[in-house]
């Protein structure tokens, strides 16, 4: 979700293209036109073939990490209440922050000034996993571009609610040419109350998706 930006297939038989039937001596053909029939399957089998090795789909281009943020400290996180470091829960093995929420709280998480990126796709992702969470935490993304203000993106596609174990998720801003920006924030937002954890965010650029 953004904010502000400033084959119906029919099946059956065409009666009126049915052939005739034949006599049966028409169905067995001479030796001259067994060896064109052979000729033509032989022909169209490796014209298939050529044309499925040349009309696969266009490999894609890997996502670029700007930025990563492990999560193994709270080094660099903003927040400053409602979270803590837990070292024992994580989905790297390496510790995780936590969010024990009694009421719906955006947690602060990084801010990023040193990303020199336009004209692609913005990507916010990371691991996140709650244990009775009684309402949903997603991923949200601030894009503050010069004279032109603030923009944000929220995960709502994908939020976490109740108890679910670890989870990839993520969410993307779509930058057009011109528009770089030269603030980017990271969020995590808790709607409701209970215990979230997150880990491993990572900042990425893609090419922009083909029109």
Request: hydrophobic share 40%.
């Amino acid at each position: 979700m953004l904010g502000k930006m400033g084959n119906h297939v029919g099946t059956g038989v065409d009666q009126g293209s049915m052939l005739p039937s034949v006599q049966p001596a028409s169905l067995i053909p001479a030796d001259s036109e067994l060896a064109t029939m052979k000729n033509f399957l032989l022909a169209l089998v490796m014209g298939l073939a050529m044309n499925a090795c040349t009309s696969g789909k266009a490999p894609t281009t890997a996502a670029m990490e700007l930025k990563r943020f492990p999560l193994d400290s709270l080094e660099g996180v903003r927040a400053t209440t409602g979270s803590s470091f837990d070292p024992k829960i994580s989905a790297d093995g390496k510790g995780s922050l936590r969010v024990d929420a009694k009421e719906p709280i955006t947690v602060p998480l990084f801010e990023i000034t040193d990303v020199g990126v336009e004209n692609a796709t913005l990507i916010y992702q990371a691991s996140l996993q709650s244990e009775n969470l009684d309402g949903k935490a997603f991923l949200e993304m601030w894009v503050r571009i010069p004279g032109k203000g603030e923009f944000f993106t929220r995960g709502l596609d994908r939020p976490i609610t109740g108890t679910v174990s670890w989870m990839t998720v993520a969410t993307p801003f779509f930058l057009q040419p011109g528009q770089k920006p030269d603030l980017i924030r990271l969020n995590l937002v808790v709607q409701g109350k209970g215990r979230v954890w997150i880990d491993d965010i990572h900042l990425m650029r893609e090419p922009l998706p083909s029109r």
